[in-house]
T-cell receptor, first 112, second 116 residues
Framework: QKEVEQNSGPLSVPEGAIASLNCTYS??????FFWYRQYSGKSPELIMS????GDKEDGRFTAQLNKASQYVSLLIRDSQPSDSATYLC????????????FGSGTRLSIRP | DAGVIQSPRHEVTEMGQEVTLRCKPI?????LFWYRQTMMRGLELLIY????????DSGMPEDRFSAKMPNASFSTLKIQPSEPRDSAVYFC??????????????FGPGTRLTVL
């Protein structure tokens, strides 16, 4: 079992709709969770971080964390063509020596 | 701040040659990370440093790979000798601290390495 799992996609969503991206992780001790966006040929860019159970909203983005289910998700409201990218879920343990483990990413395509 | 700086942006070399990738982290960041990204394996952590000291190099694939951080503003990743399977995009990232609430990593533009 991979430490961080994501559906590779592609996930196709019509413009203006809500895109829902999901991620599960295997380490119950994980404490920090991130969503990175990566455009083709570019480097990963942090868009959301979440550390406690529940929802965290930032503009059109909402991150959701459920530690009991070992599940983290990203919702993108009012999807735009510019949101088309690969979204990487990343998870980190508690200690300062912990590494961030990245999922393989979900490719999102917003169709006009 | 200019962000994380990497050089070169592209490198094409022949099998058996030595390759050196360079990274300048964001000023004031205590942690520096080297990643490799391929279609097959995704984004893999190779090694990371804290205050110029290597903390975890368990991701370094073989003895052909080595990394150094002689000072807070410079790190190198060296591959010697290079092989075609080393072809990938190599990213350097830095973060201010590690621990809950402080692990946001900022990535450089990457070096695309092609070994013929």
């Amino acid at each position: 079992q991979k430490e961080v799992e994501q559906n590779s996609g592609p996930l196709s969503v019509p413009e203006g709709a809500i895109a829902s991206l999901n991620c599960t992780y295997s380490d119950r001790g994980s404490q920090s969770f991130f969503w990175y966006r990566q455009y083709s040929g570019k480097s990963p860019e942090l868009i959301m971080s979440i550390y406690s159970n529940g929802d965290k909203e930032d503009g059109r983005f909402t991150a959701q964390l459920n530690k009991a289910s070992q599940y983290v998700s990203l919702l993108i409201r009012d999807s735009q063509p510019s949101d088309s990218a690969t979204y990487l879920c990343a998870v980190m343990g508690y200690s300062s020596a912990s590494k961030i483990i990245f999922g393989s990413g979900t490719r999102l395509s917003i169709r006009p | 701040d200019a962000g994380v700086i990497q050089s070169p942006r592209h490198e094409v070399t022949e099998m058996g040659q030595e390759v050196t990738l360079r990274c300048k982290p964001i000023s004031g960041h205590d942690y520096l990370f080297w990643y490799r990204q391929t279609m097959m394996r995704g984004l893999e952590l190779l090694i990371y440093f804290n205050n110029n000291v290597p903390i975890d190099d368990s991701g370094m694939p073989e003895d052909r790979f080595s990394a150094k951080m002689p000072n807070a503003s410079f790190s190198t990743l060296k591959i010697q000798p290079s092989e075609p399977r080393d072809s990938a995009v190599y990213f350097c990232a830095s973060s201010e601290q590690q621990g809950p609430g402080y692990n946001e990593q900022f990535f450089g533009p990457g070096t695309r390495l092609t070994v013929l």
